[in-house]
């Protein structure tokens, strides 16, 4: 199983460009790591929706909004609003720290309404996974792996040679469905 899959939607390059290396790491440590446990039971994991606002759009708010399930999927979605004045002109530390303070809000939301709705089997090792790779990103270097995109593809690609030697050979979509799902994994 997987904490967060993240996903964006930005207010033009400049914008994406900003905190492309939030995007990443956010998901190399909570969706690709395949050392993440099995937390939930009717959900397979959080989405995490980056909203940067930029000179083609703003977003007009800033931090956690717009929590839900998802209709026909097996997961919440979350939205993290960034206005432009909060990385325009931020150094990497500073938006680093500002990032991963609303993502831990947004998770805080998520982790609430899952206990509400009854999704949480294993409350402990999320919260311990969410903290351990908070940590992660957050003792990381800027030119660390995690901030490095091709991390996300270099797992998929050990699992599918992982499935090749299995025998299973499953193509990379069927792979992230089934790594989504918490089916197949490495080590």
């Known amino acids: ?11 033009g390059s400049e914008a994406g460009e900003a905190l492309a290396f939030a995007h990443t790491a956010l998901n190399n440590v909570f969706f690709f790591d395949p050392s993440l446990g099995s937390y ?21 708010s800033e931090g956690p909004g717009l929590l839900k399930k998802s209709r026909g999927h097996r997961f919440y979605t979350i939205d993290l609003v960034i206005p432009e004045s909060k990385w325009k002109g931020a150094s990497f530390n500073d ?8 993502v831990t809000e947004c998770f805080d939301l998520c982790l609430e309404k899952a206990q509400r709705d009854g999704c949480i089997v294993n409350e402990e090792k999320l919260r311990s996974d969410f903290e351990a790779g908070i940590k992660k990103i957050l003792c990381a270097n800027s030119n660390d792996s995690i901030f490095n995109k091709s991390k996300g593809a270099e797992i998929l690609k050990a699992m599918e040679v992982e499935s090749d030697r299995l025998g299973l050979n499953l193509g990379k979509q069927e792979l992230l469905a089934k790594m989504q799902k918490g089916i197949f994994t490495l080590g």
Not at 1 to 11: I, K, L, N, Q, Y
Not at 42 to 53: E, H, K, M, N, Q
Not at 95 to 102: A, E, N, S, T
């Open 1 to 11: 199983m997987r904490v967060f899959r993240v996903g964006s939607e930005t207010g």
């Open 95 to 102: 938006l680093r720290q500002y990032v991963i303070d609303g």
């Open 40 to 60: 939930f039971k009717d959900l397979d994991f959080f989405v995490l929706a980056l909203r940067v606002s930029g000179r083609t759009k703003d977003f007009k």
